[in-house]
């Protein structure tokens, strides 16, 4: 059997005090994500992979989490490649901040997290000005 690798992590928007503010970037993320190929054009960044709650009370208090995971063969050999993607989404998004893990069998987890500088990225911003780390756990020992 291949090398699995496992990808979550989620998406965070920043609360605001307009609702209309709030539904307006909910509603733009929403389109942006609903935008992305399914899985069979382009099997990194498929919109079936990403989730979240719409409507307030429903899992949405203040601010909108967008939830994404998915399983892949051996995706660390292309993972620069899911990271341009990523960040190439992140772009098109409102969010403050983004977290990704990365689990794989053979070199162990690593954690990459997106913060906005600003303590919010809009689309309209243009590049990233983000501060990025990346954290690592152990792989398995043979």
Same mark, same amino acid.
């Given at each position: 059997?291949?090398?699995?690798?496992?990808?979550?992590?989620?998406?965070?928007?920043?609360?605001?005090?307009?609702?209309? #503010?709030?539904? $307006?970037?909910? *509603?733009?993320?929403?389109?942006? %994500?609903?935008? =992305?190929?399914? !899985?069979?054009?382009?099997?990194?960044?498929?919109?079936?992979?990403?989730?979240?709650?719409?409507?307030?009370?429903?899992?949405?208090?203040?601010?909108?989490?967008?939830?994404?995971?998915?399983?892949?063969?051996?995706?660390?050999? #292309?993972?620069? $490649?899911?990271? *341009?993607?990523?960040?190439?989404? %992140?772009?098109? =998004?409102?969010? !403050?901040?983004?977290?990704?893990?990365?689990?794989?069998?053979?070199?162990?987890?690593?954690?990459?997290?997106?913060?906005?500088?600003?303590?919010?990225?809009?689309?309209?911003?243009?590049?990233?000005?983000?501060?990025?780390?990346? #954290?690592?756990?152990?792989?398995?020992?043979?």
């Amino acid at each position: 059997m291949e090398s699995e690798s496992i990808v979550y992590g989620c998406i965070r928007d920043w609360p605001s005090d307009s609702a209309e #503010e709030s539904r $307006l970037r909910r *509603e733009i993320n929403h389109q942006v %994500l609903g935008a =992305l190929p399914d !899985g069979d054009v382009w099997p990194f960044l498929g919109r079936e992979m990403f989730a979240f709650c719409q409507q307030p009370g429903d899992g949405l208090y203040q601010t909108q989490v967008i939830h994404f995971g998915a399983s892949y063969r051996a995706v660390e050999y #292309e993972w620069s $490649l899911w990271i *341009e993607h990523f960040e190439a989404l %992140l772009k098109r =998004l409102y969010w !403050g901040s983004a977290v990704v893990h990365l689990d794989t069998e053979l070199s162990g987890t690593h954690t990459f997290r997106w913060e906005s500088d600003s303590g919010f990225h809009s689309p309209q911003d243009g590049a990233l000005r983000v501060r990025c780390a990346w #954290e690592r756990e152990g792989g398995l020992r043979g």
